[in-house]
């Protein structure tokens, strides 16, 4: 046995002691598994039949406390953590890197209180988002959160990458929903949010948790306020010929103080290919579509007034089906081989900002993209899916049906276009994330997004996790 | 299933996670690897050298419940239950199953089934209406056979008994032995020619899946264009409502739920018939469990209960206790493999375990003719 060995049996079996032996994996098909996420960058190479970097232990607590004693195996080694929910992220979010303990949240799944009066629901992180829905559909109740990753995800990876939802536009983002969390920090301490976000207590640091992707601490627990199921959903298509008037419709929508719960609305590239591929609906524009919900006759209300700015600004209304088909099958576009898929090369370069920039900075990632790499027949579409009072989140991918069958290369190439984007929506003052986060993917922007404000947060990670054990190589962080 | 097909199922499901939430054993183990998206990326990995069937890695494939639920789930409707089957018989080819599993295997070429050491029994007769009454339903809960030829009667078919003591041929298939499963299909379809049927009845959704999917699928043999494939709840379902059905309403009891049976979600809209017949018979609703309906968990009764007993252990008890949180005290069931498992563990929640068909009988009435 060598040293390395002995040290591998030695934090092995101190694992074990915490979590027992049947919740401690070292096996190599997990380990294989457990070495991807939804990110393009490692399914692509295990596609090429490229072996990935894996965790060196896959453990399953049950509690903040056995995550606590973790920390402190992982501390006095000085080796990495990994927190993984449901292992949906696209950003390489919880790609373990450079090995270490992968701590698995969800044998975490208990719901631990349902309160009907103030509408809120606690429960442990690692609860399967679509499961916990149906356990408050049961009692009329829901998490507005309606991620297209609800099946997939986690409740603790709604709010590590600060997450949107399909219903978004009304409910607000996965972190809007949080009331308070328990959360163990790398040292190992386990802490405790204020019960209620909106106070004067002092600066609102529980926000530090969100979007930190795990490198700040696990969240172990979380109380998230909820809604009724609404009464009714009305639902229905407008079609554009011009982007910009569509555009345009949604920011009065928004800001004349209509709730829509959904505004989703698809450049002509993707109403093109995407809606017709999966919706079957063969449009030629840009193809909206707009939700109310709640008291019936108040979302019929809206509904007319919000039609009526579209058809002013030249909408024409396609009626209630093609709305409703888009809500019946919006997820269907994430099964394979709907999806995109391998060996294809693709990316969602998605941004958000401000109404005034919005266009411009839409076609400024376009021409990027497109005009960068013409010799790859590279594919740009785009919809818009997540709006604010102030500004709209721009999905937008790029695809390459060919891309080069080396690895290394199509790596590469990957990383070219994402830099073309990237550099785009930088320059044109967008976020280079709405919603799916940072991971491992954009880490190298973090600095130019932030500019002075970037030591800080350098100097905050250091003081939170002096040894730098968690999920080392994300958000910009290092290793 | 051509491995082929297998091949492209397993690399459309291999980053797929989008039926993760519905699958039992990911469920109860918590682990990536034994979800669907794990299965599917095992086995390509293995296509693209990146993984080898070692012991552990076929300890892993033969964790799959072979239950359907992440296929009824998928809106491409991908084969993944029959691509992992395939998977286990090109393991099996290269002589690396587990040998319990190949033991097992030995047993049904023996005996065609996996219980008892005792023959097939021969077709009873001739008839319009056949029911196949498999090996679970004799051998494991035998009061149920008896009480749904009852329930038949009384509604008037007196159904002519076909593969008495044989297994469908859903084990071994779904365990990578595809030839036994062949030659008990081939079985049975010479019994159910043997009886002149034009009906064949089944006492539960696994066996209406079998004749009705799985012998084309997996196994390339055709059911009989001429016979309808019904199940005996759906049957006296529509004499109830016919009125051809007599049903007395029970006194009440204590708090009672139905349990869906394994492979409820590969059989759409099954589940409301059993649930006719007891909203017949009891006094009060019953309570409805979490995983209910076309979301169903099987009870551990599967091929799993071979394959991996420890795991189909941990879905018993799921089962059980998804029953206590429902504040059940009596659990319902008609299938005889689902009741089988449960009644081994029940008494540790307190809970009964009750066959459908025997409490249906239980309240007959009367019988009226067709
Ligand atoms: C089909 C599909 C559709 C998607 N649609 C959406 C969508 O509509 N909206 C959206 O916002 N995202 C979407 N995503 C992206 C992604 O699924 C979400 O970000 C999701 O919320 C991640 O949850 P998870 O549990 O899978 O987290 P993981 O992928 O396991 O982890 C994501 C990150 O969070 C960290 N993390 C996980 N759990 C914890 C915890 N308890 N404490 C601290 N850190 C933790 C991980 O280390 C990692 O950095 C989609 C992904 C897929 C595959
Ligand atoms: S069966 Fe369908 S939903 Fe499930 S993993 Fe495969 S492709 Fe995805
Ligand atoms: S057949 Fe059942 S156990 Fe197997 S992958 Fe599908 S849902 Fe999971």
Same mark, same amino acid.
């Given at each position: 046995m060598n040293r390395f060995q002995f040290r591998t049996e030695m934090i092995r079996s101190e694992l074990e002691d915490i979590?027992?032996?049947?919740?401690v994996s070292v096996d190599e098909s997990d380990k294989l598994v457990y070495s991807?996420?939804?990110?393009w960058m490692p399914q692509m190479w295990l596609d090429r039949g490229q072996p990935l970097p894996t965790p060196d232990y896959i453990v399953h607590p049950e509690s903040a406390e056995q995550i606590a004693e973790i920390m402190d195996i992982a501390n006095k080694y000085r080796i990495p953590v990994v927190p993984w929910g449901g292992?949906?992220?696209?950003?390489?979010?919880?790609?373990?890197?450079?090995?270490g303990i992968l701590v698995d949240?969800?044998?975490?799944?208990?719901?631990?209180e349902i309160d009907e009066v103030s509408l809120k629901v606690t429960a442990q992180?690692?609860?399967n988002g679509e499961q916990l829905e149906w356990a408050l559909h049961e009692k009329?109740?829901?998490?507005?959160?309606?991620?297209? &990753?609800s099946r997939c995800a986690t409740l603790g990876g709604y709010l590590a990458p600060r997450g949107t939802g399909t219903?978004?536009?009304?409910?607000?983002?996965?972190?809007?929903?949080?009331?308070n969390m328990q959360v163990v920090l790398p040292t190992g301490e386990i802490i405790r949010t204020a019960?209620?976000?909106?106070?004067?207590?002092?600066?609102?640091?529980?926000?530090?948790?969100?979007?930190a992707e795990g490198t700040f601490g696990i969240i172990t627990e979380a109380t998230m306020q909820l809604d009724y199921l609404p009464e009714a959903r009305l639902l229905r298509a407008v079609l554009f010929d011009d982007l910009s008037k569509a555009l345009e419709a949604g920011r009065r929508i928004m800001t004349r103080r209509l709730h829509p719960f959904v505004i989703r609305l698809y450049d002509p590239e993707s109403t093109r290919s995407q809606v017709k591929k999966v919706l079957g609906l063969d449009y030629e524009g840009a193809y909206m579509v707009m939700g109310f919900d709640g008291d019936p006759d108040i979302a019929a209300l809206e509904e007319q007034k919000a039609l009526a700015i579209c058809t002013e600004l030249g909408?024409?209304?396609?009626?209630?089906e093609p709305g409703e088909t888009w809500w019946e099958h919006?997820?269907?576009?994430?099964?394979?081989?709907?999806?995109?898929?391998?060996?294809w090369m693709y990316g969602t370069t998605e941004t958000v900002t401000t109404y005034d920039k919005i266009e411009p900075l839409y076609w400024a990632v376009k021409r990027a993209v497109e005009e960068g790499f013409p010799q790859w027949n590279i594919r740009f579409i785009a919809h818009f899916s997540h709006w604010f009072h102030w500004g709209v989140m721009c999905y937008s991918r790029f695809i390459i049906?060919?891309?080069? &069958?080396d690895a290394q290369e199509a790596l590469q190439l990957h990383n070219r276009v994402w830099q073309a984007a990237m550099q785009a929506v930088i320059d044109n003052?967008?976020?280079?994330?709405?919603?799916?986060?940072?991971?491992?993917?954009?880490?190298?922007?973090m600095r130019q997004q932030y500019g002075d404000a970037w030591p800080f947060m350098l100097r905050l990670k250091k003081m939170i996790d002096p040894n730098g054990i968690?999920?080392?190589?994300k958000v910009g962080f290092g290793f | 299933m051509s491995l082929d097909n297998a091949v492209l199922t397993t690399d459309n499901c291999?980053?797929?996670?989008?039926?993760r939430h519905v699958c039992p054993v990911g469920h109860v183990? !918590?682990?990536?690897?034994?979800?669907p998206h794990g299965w599917g990326l095992l086995i390509s990995s293995v296509q693209r050298g990146l993984?080898?069937?070692t012991d552990s890695a076929v300890d892993k494939l033969y964790s799959?419940?072979?239950?359907?639920t992440c296929q009824s789930h998928c809106v491409t409707d991908q084969p993944l239950p029959a691509a992992i089957a395939e998977a286990r018989a090109d393991v099996a080819a290269a002589g690396l199953a587990p040998a319990h599993v190949v033991a097992l295997n030995q047993t049904i070429e023996r005996w065609?089934?996996?219980?008892?050491?005792q023959e097939p029994e021969a077709v009873s007769g001739t008839g319009d209406v056949a029911l196949f009454v498999g090996d679970e339903a004799l051998y494991l809960w035998p009061d149920g056979l008896q009480a749904a030829l009852s329930l038949l009667r009384a509604a008037g078919i007196d159904p002519v008994l076909i593969?008495?003591? !044989?297994?469908?041929?859903y084990i071994p298939s779904s365990l990578g032995f595809p030839e036994t499963a062949r030659r008990l299909a081939a079985a049975n379809l010479a019994d159910l020619q043997a009886s002149q049927a034009t009906m064949l009845l089944t006492l539960n959704p696994g066996d209406a899946y079998v004749f009705g999917t799985l012998y084309s699928e997996r196994l390339g043999i055709d059911f009989p264009a001429n016979v309808e494939l019904k199940e005996v709840t759906a049957l006296l379902a529509e004499r109830l409502a016919a009125g051809d059905l007599k049903l007395r309403r029970g006194a009440g009891g204590p708090p009672y739920a139905y349990i869906d049976p394994a492979h409820?979600? !590969?059989?759409?809209?099954?589940?409301?018939a059993p649930r006719q017949l007891l909203a017949a018979v009891m006094p009060a609703p019953g309570r409805e469990l979490f995983?209910?309906?076309?979301r169903t968990h099987p009870a551990?009764?599967?091929s799993l209960r071979f394959a991996n007993p420890m795991i189909a252990e941990h879905l018993t008890y799921a089962r059980l206790g998804d029953a206590r949180a429902a504040g059940a005290q009596v659990l319902i069931c008609e299938d005889a493999g689902t009741l089988n498992v449960l009644a081994s563990l029940a008494p540790r929640f307190g809970l009964t375990i009750q066959g459908l068909y025997e409490l249906l009988a239980e309240q007959l009435e009367g019988t009226q003719g067709n």
């Open positions: 979590v027992g032996q049947h919740f991807t996420d939804w990110s292992g949906s992220g696209t950003q390489g979010g919880a790609l373990p890197l450079f090995g949240t969800k044998r975490m799944d208990k719901i631990i992180a690692g609860i009329g109740l829901m998490l507005p959160h309606y991620a297209a &990753a219903i978004s536009t009304k409910y607000g983002k996965a972190e809007d929903m949080v009331l019960p209620v976000p909106q106070h004067a207590a002092g600066p609102d640091w529980p926000r530090l948790f969100l979007g909408g024409q209304d396609v009626g209630r919006r997820y269907d576009f994430y099964y394979p081989p709907l999806s995109l898929h391998l060996p049906e060919e891309p080069p &069958a003052g967008g976020m280079i994330n709405e919603h799916h986060g940072i991971g491992v993917k954009l880490g190298r922007y968690m999920n080392p190589g | 291999r980053y797929c996670l989008m039926c183990t !918590r682990l990536e690897t034994l979800t993984a080898t069937w799959c419940a072979d239950c359907g065609g089934n996996p219980y008892r050491e593969g008495a003591g !044989r297994n469908s041929g409820t979600s !590969r059989m759409a809209g099954r589940d409301a995983w209910r309906r076309e551990g009764s599967t």
